[in-house]
């Protein structure tokens, strides 16, 4: 079974950092391409950042970049996000995605496998 797990959500003033992690256990496909993507109240689903598993090809939406960076390390099967200057914009629940594919999405479509979500929340 495949199973995602994020932490280092919570709760941070505007301004502040925080940097979350995804666990990936029990993929068996060589080179998954993993994600970001974020949910807030009301709202759907929306791409946050990619990276391709040789850390090679990132993408980010426009509102995170320069703020965010996006890295993994294979070796302990994990994806990170530092998120710096946060924004009370950023609140939401931020999930980690993984896929049977080389190629890296900005869609929810291109990833197959989802964690639990962590919840960060930027307050004023």
């Known amino acids: 079974q495949v199973q995602l797990v994020e932490s280092g959500g919570g709760l941070v003033q505007a301004g502040d950092s925080l940097r979350i992690s995804c666990v990936a256990n029990?993929?068996?496909?060589?080179?998954?391409?993993m994600g970001w993507f974020r949910q807030a109240p009301g709202k759907e689903r929306e791409f946050v950042a990619a990276?391709?598993?040789?850390?090679?090809?990132?993408y980010y939406r426009d509102s995170v970049k320069g703020r965010f960076t996006i890295s993994r390390d294979n070796a302990k099967n994990t994806m990170y996000l530092q998120m710096n200057s946060l924004k009370p914009e950023d609140t939401a629940v931020y999930y980690c995605?993984?896929?049977?594919?080389?190629?890296?999405?900005?869609?929810?479509?291109?990833?197959?496998?989802w964690g639990q979500g962590t919840q960060v929340t930027v307050s004023t």
């Open positions: 995605a993984a896929a049977d594919y080389l190629s890296v999405s900005v869609l929810p479509a291109g990833y197959n496998y």
């Open positions: 029990g993929l068996t496909f060589e080179s998954p391409s």
């Open positions: 990276i391709s598993y040789s850390s090679l090809i990132t």
